[in-house]
């Protein structure tokens, strides 16, 4: 088996790009954020200047004798006074006729008196910022409306926008640059976490099972968690192996053991009586060692596929009464009959191997315990859970041990004289507890044992 992991990608390569696709982001929306905020404040000192140069014009503005006259200043224009030499359009209207100025320049709609109107758009082929706004002059017996449209092109803006993207561009690529950087720095100190981990883990011996103690950041303490956990099932499947195969080692031996004594005793009394007991005896002792055998094989067997379940679609029903068909024979050697009662099918999803084995075991511990002409009950229901019910009408178990009889090896005061190994509740229980159920024994008001099974 090899064991070499299934490798996908690499988590330091994902944490880089990750963390440099983020930095380019916001090189990209730094970048974006500071042109536009430039633009915006170019954009109002622009307005500022216009807005000045027009009220200068409306203040110069005057009624003399009836007559409009405009004396536009000088500061008026000079103030647009651009290093990119940018042009520059007015327009002067009285009551809606042009009185000085470029007859192409509007008025923009919204300028009312005491309001100005920004607009962008193009004259003469020049894109051009313009405001316009105007005023009311009232003299002795006349009244007029003076209108002003001033707009301005914007090479200088353009040039100072250009300048600023620039600048902008090379401060993201610096912060995308720093980013990188960091990015590389912070992957390299967050992996590092992770060999040492690693590093600790290779320098364990195999007996080494303690928990890990050293500090560890909080994103990998669940990892650590599920580490120390795993040592902890390891110690104690373990412990429970040793503990396992030292006294079925025992179990096995103890009755190979008898045989052995009873035939060198045989050898001795061939001619003598008393040689047919120690014979019987020796039958009796070769029926426990390959009880014994057979069951801790079993044991084994099912320890194993718990850990590896892998479930089917079955009938319970069907899977029983197959059990049931292969140890009506043996029942009937014992003068008993089993009978299968319950729901005509129940499907459940599980192991047939380990549920069958499960229930063979408590068919044959009630064949041990049930008196001769009676009545062995298998019930199968699927209400109000899964369940399977194994009822003689035996003496019972003893209800000071009850709570005992599903440890391994453990068996009743009553099973003195019966061939047994303590190991058939056991596997019944294992094989409830791999399918997330529980194995209850009670007795009946009756008499007799009940065994549930529940899935």
Not at 229 to 249: N, W
Not at 340 to 366: C, H, K, T
Request: hydrophobic share 45%; aromatic share 6%.
């Amino acid at each position: 088996m090899s064991l070499d992991p299934n490798i996908s990608g690499s988590l330091r390569n994902r944490l880089v790009l990750t963390l440099i696709g983020g930095a380019a982001i916001l090189a990209l929306l730094l970048f974006f954020a500071v042109r536009n905020y430039a633009a915006q404040v170019a954009q109002q000192g622009q307005d500022s200047i216009l807005e000045a140069s027009v009220s200068s014009i409306l203040d110069a503005a005057a009624l003399r004798d009836g007559e409009l006259q405009v004396d536009i200043p000088y500061a008026a224009f000079s103030m647009l006074t651009t290093p990119a030499d940018d042009r520059v359009f007015y327009a002067i209207f009285q009551d809606g006729e042009l009185l000085s100025g470029y007859e192409d320049m509007p008025i923009l709609p919204g300028a009312a008196d005491g309001r100005w109107s920004f607009q962008s758009g193009e004259v003469r082929g020049e894109n051009i910022r313009q405001v316009s706004a105007s005023r009311t002059l009232a003299g002795l017996k006349k009244q007029t409306e003076i209108e002003v449209a001033l707009g301005q092109t914007q090479d200088a803006l353009s040039e100072t926008l250009d300048q600023i993207s620039r600048n902008a561009a090379l401060l993201g690529l610096v912060f995308f640059a720093l980013a990188a950087a960091l990015s590389f720095w912070a992957t390299s100190a967050t992996i590092g976490q992770l060999n040492r981990l690693t590093t600790s883990v290779t320098r364990r011996g195999p007996q080494d099972l303690s928990p890990f103690r050293k500090p560890v950041p909080r994103e990998m303490a669940p990892l650590v968690r599920s580490l120390n956990s795993l040592m902890g099932r390891l110690d104690q499947s373990l412990s429970q192996s040793e503990d396992f195969i030292a006294e079925a080692a025992h179990r096995v031996r103890t009755p190979l053991a008898t045989v052995r004594s009873y035939a060198d005793a045989t050898l001795h009394r061939v001619e003598k009586e008393e040689n047919r007991e120690a014979l019987r005896s020796m039958v009796r002792a070769i029926d426990e060692s390959s009880r014994a055998a057979g069951q801790l094989l079993d044991h084994a067997m099912i320890t194993f596929r718990a850990d590896h379940l892998v479930r089917e679609d079955i009938d319970l029903v069907a899977l029983i009464r197959e059990l049931v068909q292969r140890l009506t024979p043996i029942a009937e050697m014992k003068d008993l009959m089993l009978s299968l009662v319950g729901d005509p099918s129940v499907p459940y999803s599980g192991d047939p191997i380990l549920i069958q084995n499960a229930v063979r075991n408590m068919i044959d511990n009630a064949l041990k315990y049930a008196p001769a002409d009676s009545v062995v009950v298998i019930e199968v229901v699927a209400n109000p859970c899964v369940q399977i019910k194994v009822s003689d009408q035996g003496p019972g178990f003893p209800p000071d041990e009850i709570d005992t009889l599903t440890r391994r090896f453990e068996r009743g005061q009553n099973a003195a004289g019966t061939i047994g190994s303590g190991l058939g509740l056991t596997i019944a229980q294992d094989v409830a507890t791999a399918h997330g159920g529980s194995l209850v024994l009670t007795n009946q008001p009756g008499g007799g044992a009940c065994v549930i099974l529940s899935l």
